[in-house]
């Protein structure tokens, strides 16, 4: 695995002071061809504050290089099906009342659900469903300070049919909860291809944002001048606000990945 590292280890041996304003974490799933010891040790090295979308079995693994586990799997459902069906909300909530204590040991602030797919079922239903599964597990969270995050997504590239899919029917549901501990997690690439107008979409709504995820668009690769994004912008954007929780690169390396990952983490110091 040496050959993925941009940076000789003489190099690496002093870790990159950060400005502060965004907390960036990686999202694990985007280098799993690299063991995730030497994916926390190159992260604590350029500055990362955390490793995103890790199991249960794995969270402890950032704290030994000084980082965390930014955005936790708890088994809160799948993409396709979760909580907008009322026939999954006793298995998502027996997940998180065993994961979501775990979770509050290993300092893991955020744990991840979804909507799930429309399958015919109209929006209105999928609303009412989701603020009542969300409503069973909101205390959970609340009791261990641990946020529950509702992944927006994109329907017309990625995850066809998901319902979670507009920031306006996000915000509904998290709104209607009206939990400290339900967010949204915003992910830029998908808003980015549904609706645009990131900034102020989420300046006026980052009370209801706890966490966000990036990708190029189009095609979720590197944070760089062939995409329609401009990532610094955006950042400068999150940095005007209160918000102080994680920012997660959640993009497919094209080139050396490790080398992606450092130009993202500089990109996005702003």
């Known amino acids: 695995m040496a050959s993925l590292s941009p940076l000789s280890s003489a190099q690496q041996s002093t870790p990159v002071r950060r400005k502060g ?5 990686a999202s694990r799933w985007c280098y799993k061809e690299i063991p995730l010891e030497k994916l926390c040790s190159y992260g604590a090295e350029i500055g990362l504050k955390g490793i995103d979308l890790l199991n249960p079995d794995e969270w402890e ?12 799997y708890a088994e809160g459902g799948t993409i396709p099906n979760a909580l907008n069906r009322v026939e999954n909300h006793a298995k998502i909530e027996e997940a998180f009342r065993k994961y979501i204590p ?5 300092g893991v602030p955020n744990v991840i659900t979804f909507s799930g797919n429309r399958a015919g079922m109209s929006d209105e ?6 603020i009542a599964g969300l409503n069973r597990l909101k205390k959970i969270g609340e009791d261990h300070d641990v946020t529950i995050c509702i992944e927006l997504l994109n329907s017309k590239v990625d995850h066809k ?17 009206n939990s400290p501990r339900v967010k949204l997690l915003y992910d830029i690439y998908h ?16 009370d209801w944002i706890a966490h966000f995820h990036t990708g190029g668009v189009p ?4 944070l760089d001048g062939t995409q329609e994004v401009q990532w610094d912008g955006v950042m400068r954007g999150i940095a005007a606000t209160n918000y102080r929780g994680y920012v ?23």
């Open 21 to 25: 304003q965004i907390r960036q974490s």
């Open 61 to 72: 693994v950032p704290r030994r290089y000084g980082l965390i586990c930014s955005m936790g």
């Open 102 to 106: 775990l979770a509050a040991k290993a």
């Open 125 to 130: 239903e999928g609303a009412k469903n989701t």
């Open 161 to 177: 049919d998901y319902m979670c899919d507009h920031s306006a029917w996000g915000l509904q549901v998290v709104q209607a909860v």
């Open 191 to 206: 808003m980015q291809i549904m609706e645009g107008d990131l900034v102020r979409t989420i300046q006026k709504n980052i």
């Open 219 to 222: 095609h979720r690769h590197e």
């Open 248 to 270: 997660a690169h959640e993009f497919v390396p094209t080139h050396d990945p490790l080398t992606s990952l450092r130009q993202a983490v500089d990109l996005c110091d702003v």
